[in-house]
């Protein structure tokens, strides 16, 4: 079983900026794709961020140009870089994981790490 774990979250003024990390543990067949989701309260779940492993990068329009995502095939880890931060990026944020196994997707999911970006 896979295990993700994020780190990285906090506590930023608007304009900053933070870099969020997950790692992956366990025992993985085959990554298809990793990805960074956010909730805010009363929210649903949306994606933020995501990159498969030939590199292909795909963004929320509220993000782009300000947030990064990266991948470390070797560690099994993936990155979030966010820059000039608006309060509206307050969530907590989540790192998935997708999985390919013979009979589809199997999804992983981190226990998120709270972000906070004041006015």
């Known amino acids: 079983q896979v295990q993700l774990v994020e780190s990285g979250g906090g506590l930023v003024q608007a304009g900053g900026s933070l870099r969020l990390s997950c790692a992956a543990f366990?025992?993985?067949?085959?990554?298809?794709?990793m990805a960074w989701y956010r909730q805010a309260p009363g929210k649903q779940r949306d994606l933020v961020a995501g990159?498969?492993?030939?590199?292909?990068?795909n963004y929320a329009d509220s993000v782009k140009g300000r947030f990064s995502i990266s991948r470390d095939a070797v560690k099994n880890m993936v990155y979030l870089q966010m820059n000039n931060l608006k309060p509206e990026d307050t969530a907590i944020y989540y790192c998935n994981l997708d999985e390919m196994r013979s009979w589809g997707h199997q999804y992983y999911w981190g226990q998120g790490t709270q972000v906070t970006v004041s006015s």
């Open positions: 990159i498969t492993t030939g590199g292909t990068t």
């Open positions: 366990g025992s993985i067949f085959s990554i298809n794709a």
